[in-house]
């Protein structure tokens, strides 16, 4: 079945450091890969996503790659700050279109000091 | 476009009592998701609706959980006999079916706890 592995948290920087949230997966057929991200006391927000391999998904100065070969989708940033405190969520989506349930890590959270 | 609402958001119950949650979804979303978290961890697919069609359970939804969107529109979760270990956020998202594969919109969830 699929599944998705992240690294353990908590992660902590300093501000303006450089970011990186490893996320590994198991899948069959073709997912589509996601990075959300939960700030304390709200819902998930989709942070940003790829849809086939090589694809890069970026948002607000967050990008990562869907590398097929190395079944990876691997978190960066190169500048953090203090509002990026939150937990970070690596999924994916069934390959069948999106019709199955997303797969979802354990979850990496992430400190920022100032 | 008020994004997806659940309700209520937080509830205490006591054990072997039933509880029943609400979601609204995004107004022209026809796929609408239930999913389960616990703490430190991430959400678990519970089920999903294309309309008012439900088109997959998950393992984890037992015979005391059942969903219902009857109209299409909003979803209801209820959770019969509960036990302390239904304890969980649960989360509720929607999405365009043609958009399915480009991400959902989450809920703040419903935080249950069963004492």
């Known amino acids: 079945g699929n599944s998705v592995t992240q690294m353990e948290g908590p992660v902590t920087l300093s501000e303006e450091a450089f970011l990186t949230i490893n996320c590994t997966y198991t899948?069959?057929?073709?997912?589509?890969l996601f990075w959300y991200v939960q700030y304390p006391g709200e819902g998930l927000q989709l942070l940003l996503k790829a849809t086939k391999a090589d694809d890069k998904g970026s948002n607000k100065g967050f990008e990562a790659t869907y590398r097929k070969e190395t079944t990876s989708f691997h978190l960066e940033k190169g500048s953090v700050q203090v509002s990026d405190s939150a937990v970070y969520f690596c999924?994916?989506?069934?390959?069948?279109?999106?019709?199955?349930?997303?797969?979802f890590g354990k979850g990496t959270h992430l400190i920022i000091q100032p | 476009d008020t994004g997806v609402s659940q309700d209520p958001r937080h509830k205490i119950t006591k054990r072997g009592q039933n509880v029943t949650f609400r979601c609204d979804p995004i107004s022209e979303h026809n796929r609408l998701y239930w999913y389960r978290q616990t703490l430190g961890q991430g959400p678990e697919f519970l089920t999903y609706?294309?309309?008012?069609?439900?088109?997959?359970k998950s393992r984890l939804l037992s015979n005391r959980f059942s969903a219902e969107r009857p109209k299409g529109s909003f979803s209801t979760l209820e959770i019969q006999r509960t036990e302390q270990g239904d304890s969980a956020m649960y989360l509720c998202a929607s999405s365009l079916v043609s958009r399915a594969n480009y991400g959902y919109t989450f809920g703040s969830g419903t935080r249950l706890t069963v004492v």
């Open positions: 609706f294309q309309n008012e069609a439900q088109l997959e």
């Open positions: 999924a994916l989506g069934g390959a069948g279109g999106g019709a199955d349930g997303l797969t």
């Open positions: 899948a069959t057929g073709y997912p589509s």
